[in-house]
DNA sequence: ATGAAAGCGCTAACAT
DNA sequence: ATGTTAGCGCTTTCAT
């Protein structure tokens, strides 16, 4: 009695937290009994369990997370890890990756990583600290031979988006980037175009060599040698793009058409030929990769390549998912993408 | 020594994982010692501590967070509650955050919030359900009268980012969103554009009822009457501005200068007049607001209003972990902004 | 400076 | 269908 006053009072600073006894107490049952109707278990009276709901409801109770994580040895909480190339992609990477922890009472830590050097060796201890129960990780950290050992020896759950399979076949959610690369080159070559050029995305990352290996068949296929002087090195931001644009649209004998890695490198090569008046598709075509959202704020409203991200991070949940609760773990999942046209690449000038 | 073999192995499906007991048995020291070198309280001869570091070490041992969480009564989880507008804008805010986290053991989990109404009357069960300490929520779910009063109630340590501290003066970092809205007219009207129009944000966006207010100020301040039909609805999304602008621009007497209420409504007016072909700025002014990563990405680059959202959400942080460290609630803060002049605005026309 | 014992609030295993 | 009894792995008194 003489405890029940602060108890039945809201939560917060004033009294304490009501706890299962509290409940069990007032309901007049076993705390077992409160767990099951909780947790939703069976061989609860109906009649019983609505009681105790009412009760749990008058009190204010909530069960306590940390308790129940203990008894339980799982946290629910599953970490992305990512370097930050592109607000549009971040923010897709967890929609998509939330949309499958939706319901599952798994929740989502973000973990921006600015210097994978910062992590190396740390990302093992960062996930015990926070008590993960998974990890989902994107390229280029997913692919550090380093930081990848690390989460391998540690026997983490844990998924790659866009990881390198070929590094290692430890599960990874990916599209075909050579290919994609390639169908676009060649959508650009079939424009007319000879002198094409591109802007590599950071060279650690995965997708950034495959595409360049595609842009370079199609070009073979196409009986055009590769030119050095026309690929140039970006780093997935706009602004590497805009430099690169600067350099190559400066000179005399320019490309007639650009490729970017993603599309906020293609981004700053519009930037870049806007600046250079240069009109685009008119004088200089330009397409880009991934189709984020930016793909559509950008004028001319960017041809690329529609990697769906989104849906790649869902799967990797997905799989992650899978992984922590029947231990069962996945080799490679690939996506499909598409060639997205829009109006930043047209017919080669004919001058 | 039978138990020995398992522990001593690396963590994971192998053997379990080590605990305080473990360590301080291999130590020969008791659990409390050891509980005081790896939370690094005093007490402990620098021998011992240095002993029972290197058996930790050598233990793979990693102190359970539930367990810690549960003693302590805190989870060191912080939430984070949007509402998705702007890619760019979420991801500052994320950053912002993370800054002020980082090294305090606190985490952020994200909320994105699709419809309001599913989380009105939700949000506290939702904290408790993943156990946060404190929340971090933006508008206009924040100024929302239930989610607000919700929230009030509960006790749960809460801070606003851009919050309305005439709904409550509770915790809430904000700018003058309607001296920078006035400001950003001023300067328009200053290059002798006499016909403004508005595509204001969400209506139930504090910021968005600010930024009309000081549009309309500024015209009344010039002479001008605001007229219904040059105040365009906007949601504060790209798409929302681009539809704004193809209302706004399709008719003869249209504007000569259009202030978007965030950049990205302003990049979608800015697409607007690139279909219908009329030059910016040489015919049509635009400006934005917010200066995200956006402003410098489209053509031309946004003239806006700096709003320091990194900053702000780096200042609520701060706020919200003293008060779940001392209970010290705050008011509102004010971070100044600044007008940012870049190439979207210029005089004009005389035509 | 160090340790023993008692929780923290829940779930799991095992009665009944 | 319901309850009892141990933990889960740590921190917190409070002794020594």
């Keep these: 009695m003489a405890k029940e006053a602060p108890i039945a009072g809201m939560t917060g600073k004033i009294g304490k937290r009501a706890t299962i006894r509290d409940v069990a107490k007032a309901a007049g049952v076993s705390i077992k009994t409160v767990s099951r109707v909780f947790n939703d278990e069976p061989n609860v009276r109906e009649e019983i369990r609505e009681k105790v709901r009412q009760v749990g409801q008058k009190l204010n109770y909530h069960p306590n997370v940390a308790a129940r994580n203990l008894a339980r040895r799982r946290s629910h909480l599953i970490g992305l890890f990512f370097e930050n190339p592109s607000p549009a ?156 644009g600067r350099r190559l649209l400066h000179h005399a004998n320019r490309p007639t058409a650009i490729l970017a890695s993603n599309d906020d490198m293609a981004a700053g090569v519009l930037q870049a030929a806007h600046e250079l008046r240069i009109p685009v598709p008119q004088k200089l075509s330009v397409v880009g990769f991934d189709d984020t959202a930016l793909a559509r704020m950008v004028w001319p409203q960017l041809t690329t390549i529609r990697q769906p991200i989104f849906e790649m991070a869902e799967r990797a949940a997905d799989i992650l998912l899978r992984q922590i609760e029947t231990g069962i773990t996945s080799e490679t999942a690939q996506l499909s993408y598409d060639l997205v046209i829009r109006s930043s690449a047209g017919e080669a000038p004919t001058s």
């Design 89 to 244: 992609y971040v923010t897709e990477l967890q929609m998509g990756a939330l949309k499958r922890l939706r319901g599952t009472g798994y929740r989502l830590l973000i973990f921006p990583v600015e210097d994978r050097a910062d992590i190396r060796g740390a990302m093992v201890s960062t996930v015990y600290a926070s008590g993960l129960d998974g990890v989902i990780v994107t390229p280029p950290m997913c692919d550090d031979p380093v930081i990848l050992e690390e989460l391998l020896s540690s026997h983490l759950p844990f998924v790659r988006v866009a990881g390198d399979s070929s590094i290692h076949s430890a599960g990874t959610v990916v599209i075909d980037d050579e290919a994609a690369a390639f169908d676009l080159a060649e959508y650009v070559l079939r424009l007319g175009h000879r002198r094409l050029a591109i802007v590599i995305g950071d060279e650690t990352h995965r997708s950034a060599r495959l595409r360049l290996k595609g842009f370079r068949r199609a070009l073979r296929t196409a009986g055009i040698e590769p030119q050095p002087a026309l690929e140039i090195q970006g780093a997935f931001t706009f602004q590497s793009g805009l430099e690169a």
